[in-house]
C-alpha cells in the first residue's frame, strides 16, 4: 500500500457539516498507530482493532519494509513455531532472561500459550504439535502470516508499507505526532513494535530504540542472543559441518560455570552452533560486551556425564584391548572421526600411532579432552546472524498494560522490550503476549 491511502484517513472536516452526527461519531473516533509491521506489532493491531470495533475506532500500521512479517517468515526454519505447551508459570525464569520472574508471570498470566491457541484457532487457523513445539498444520510459517493478514482486513486495520519516519514527537494536548516523509500523522495512542537489529543487515533495525530513548526512556543497550559462539583455535576449519550429540558449559571470569545445555550441537569453521549454543549465547553475549573472559567446555560424550568411574572404566577396557593397535582402533565409534583427529593432534598422536605404556598419558589427556574440551570464546555473531536480542526498554518503564510510564497513550511490545527467551516458540509467545496487550491496552 502506498503513502496516497492516507488522504481519506486524515483528511480535514469540512466547515458547517461537523453538526452531524456521523461527523461527531467520525471527531470522537480514537486513532491508534502502530509503528512496525512484525508479529507484536500485528498482534497489537488486531486487539486495538477488536478492542475498539464498538466504537469504529481507526488502527493503522506502519511499516518500514515493502511487505509486513517478512520475520515471521523465517521462524522455526520457515515453520513458524508459534508457541509452546511445555510452558510452566513455575518455571517462567526457565524461559526468559531481561526482566523480574514476578513481572513476567503476572503479564503471562494475562496472556498465555493457551490463550495464544485459542486466538490463532478463532481465526480459522489449525495447528500441530510435537514434543511442545506447536507450529501451523500446514508446516509454513506463511500461514501464521496470512492467518494474521486476513483478520486485520476483517477488522479493517489499514497498512502503511514502505512507510519510512522521520521522528515522533508528543503533543501538549495529548497523543503523539508522527513525522513521515510524506506528511505528518496523528495518534491520540502510538504503540512501538518495531522489532530489534537481530536477523538485519548492519546498521538497520535499531529505530525503535531512538524513538524510545527520544520520549525519555531508558534503553539497555541491545546484544546479538539465540545466535553460535566464535572460539580460538587454528583446527576449527577441519571440524567444520559435524553435528554430535553433546552437552556445553559456558564458564564466565573462570567461575562456577553459569550454565548448560545438552543437544545436537554443529561445528563451524569459526566455533560452535546449534541449539544449545544458541540457548547460552545471551550469557556469552553479555559477558563479553562487560569485558570478562568466557569458556566454553564442550562434553563430547554427555552419556557419561552422570558416571565418571564408568567413563574411566570403558576408557581403561578400550585401552587395554587396544595395546599394539592404532590410535583409529582405539579411538573408533566414539564419536565423529573428525573430532578425534583434531584431538589426537592437540595432543601430539597422529590417526596410524600404536597405542603403547609410553604414549598412554598423552591417549588419557584426549579421552580427557572427549569428556572436557576447552575452548575460548572470542566473541558472538553480529545481529545479522542472531534470532533475537538482549537488552532493550526495561519492563520497569512500563505498566502491565505496555504503557509507558512517562507518557499516557505510549505503549511497548516485542523485541523492543527487555525481555528475551530460549529457542521453542518463546520469543514468539512474547511478541504475541506483549501485542495482546499493549493493543487490549
Given at each position: ?7 481519506d484517513i ?6 458547517g457539516?461537523c ?9 470522537n ?5 502502530i ?7 500485528l498482534?497489537a ?12 475506532d481507526?488502527?493503522?500500521?506502519l ?5 509486513i ?5 523465517v521462524t522455526g526454519?520457515?515453520k513458524?513455531n508459534?508457541t509452546?505447551l ?11 532472561h531481561?526482566?523480574?520472574e ?5 503479564l ?5 500459550s ?6 490463532f ?8 504439535s510435537?514434543?511442545g513445539?506447536?507450529y501451523?498444520l500446514?508446516?509454513?510459517?506463511s500461514t501464521?502470516?496470512?492467518?494474521l493478514?486476513?483478520e486485520?482486513?476483517r477488522l479493517h486495520v ?13 503533543r501538549k494536548?495529548?497523543g503523539f ?7 505528518n500523522l496523528?495518534?491520540d ?7 530489534s537489529?537481530?536477523?538485519?543487515k548492519?546498521?538497520?533495525?535499531m529505530d525503535?530504540y531512538?524513538?524510545?530513548?527520544t520520549?525519555?526512556?531508558r534503553?539497555?543497550?541491545?546484544r ?5 559462539l ?5 583446527f576449527?576449519?577441519?571440524?567444520a559441518?559435524?553435528?554430535?550429540s553433546a552437552?556445553?558449559s559456558l ?5 562456577e ?5 545438552e543437544?545436537?550441537?554443529q561445528?563451524t ?8 549454543v544458541?540457548?547460552?549465547s ?6 563479553l560486551a ?7 567446555r564442550?562434553?563430547f560424550?554427555?552419556?557419561f556425564a ?5 567413563y574411566?572404566r570403558?576408557?581403561?577396557?578400550k585401552?587395554s ?5 592404532s ?5 573408533c565409534g566414539?564419536?565423529n ?12 598422536l597422529r590417526?596410524?600411532d ?5 604414549n ?15 575452548v575460548?570464546v572470542k ?11 538482549a537488552g532493550?526498554?526495561p ?6 498494560r505496555?504503557?509507558?510510564v512517562k ?8 523485541e ?8 521453542g ?6 511478541a ?8 487490549k491496552?
Amino acid at each position: 500500500m502506498g503513502g496516497r491511502l492516507w488522504t481519506d484517513i486524515w483528511a480535514p472536516c469540512v466547515p458547517g457539516c461537523c453538526g452531524t452526527l456521523e461527523m461527531r461519531n467520525m471527531m470522537n473516533r480514537r486513532k491508534t498507530g502502530i509503528i512496525g509491521g512484525g508479529a507484536s506489532g500485528l498482534m497489537a493491531a488486531i486487539a486495538a482493532a477488536d478492542n475498539g470495533k464498538g466504537a469504529g475506532d481507526e488502527v493503522v500500521v506502519l511499516e518500514k519494509k515493502e511487505r509486513i512479517g517478512k520475520k515471521i517468515l523465517v521462524t522455526g526454519n520457515g515453520k513458524c513455531n508459534l508457541t509452546n505447551l511445555s510452558f510452566s508459570m513455575e518455571k517462567i525464569g526457565d524461559y526468559y532472561h531481561g526482566a523480574p520472574e514476578e513481572r513476567l508471570h503476572g503479564l503471562f498470566a494475562r496472556f498465555s500459550s493457551e490463550d495464544t491457541l485459542k486466538l490463532f484457532h478463532g481465526m480459522g487457523m489449525l495447528t500441530t504439535s510435537r514434543e511442545g513445539y506447536v507450529y501451523p498444520l500446514s508446516g509454513q510459517a506463511s500461514t501464521v502470516l496470512d492467518t494474521l493478514r486476513f483478520e486485520l482486513e476483517r477488522l479493517h486495520v489499514r497498512v502503511l508499507t514502505e512507510c519510512r519516519i522521520l521522528g515522533i514527537e508528543p503533543r501538549k494536548k495529548g497523543g503523539f505526532l508522527v513525522r513521515t516523509e510524506e506528511e505528518n500523522l496523528h495518534f491520540d495512542r502510538l504503540i512501538l513494535a518495531c522489532g530489534s537489529p537481530a536477523g538485519q543487515k548492519a546498521g538497520e533495525g535499531m529505530d525503535g530504540y531512538t524513538y524510545a530513548e527520544t520520549l525519555g526512556h531508558r534503553v539497555i543497550r541491545p546484544r546479538p542472543a539465540l545466535t553460535a559462539l566464535r572460539c580460538e583455535g587454528d583446527f576449527w576449519k577441519s571440524l567444520a559441518g559435524v553435528r554430535c550429540s553433546a552437552s556445553v558449559s559456558l564458564f564466565i571470569s573462570e567461575k562456577e560455570g553459569c550454565c548448560r545445555e545438552e543437544g545436537e550441537l554443529q561445528l563451524t569453521d569459526y566455533g560452535i552452533s546449534g541449539i544449545p549454543v544458541f540457548q547460552l549465547s545471551r550469557h556469552a553475549s553479555c559477558a563479553l560486551a562487560e569485558g570478562k573472559r568466557v569458556q566454553a567446555r564442550i562434553d563430547f560424550l554427555p552419556s557419561f556425564a552422570d558416571s565418571r568411574k564408568e567413563y574411566e572404566r570403558m576408557r581403561e577396557q578400550k585401552i587395554s584391548a587396544c595395546l599394539g593397535r592404532s590410535m583409529e582402533v582405539l579411538f573408533c565409534g566414539l564419536v565423529n572421526k573428525k573430532i578425534i583427529l583434531a584431538l589426537l593432534k592437540r595432543n601430539g598422536l597422529r590417526l596410524q600411532d600404536t597405542v603403547e605404556e609410553g604414549n598412554r598419558e598423552k591417549i588419557c589427556r584426549v579421552f580427557s579432552d572427549l569428556r572436557d574440551f576447552q575452548v575460548r570464546v572470542k566473541s558472538v555473531n553480529p545481529f545479522g546472524n542472531a534470532q533475537v536480542c538482549a537488552g532493550g526498554v526495561p519492563l520497569s518503564e512500563v505498566t502491565d498494560r505496555m504503557e509507558s510510564v512517562k507518557h499516557p497513550g505510549l505503549y511497548f511490545a516485542g523485541e523492543l522490550l527487555d525481555v528475551d527467551g530460549r529457542c521453542g516458540g518463546y520469543n514468539l509467545q512474547w511478541a504475541w503476549t506483549s501485542g495482546f496487550l499493549a493493543g487490549k491496552g
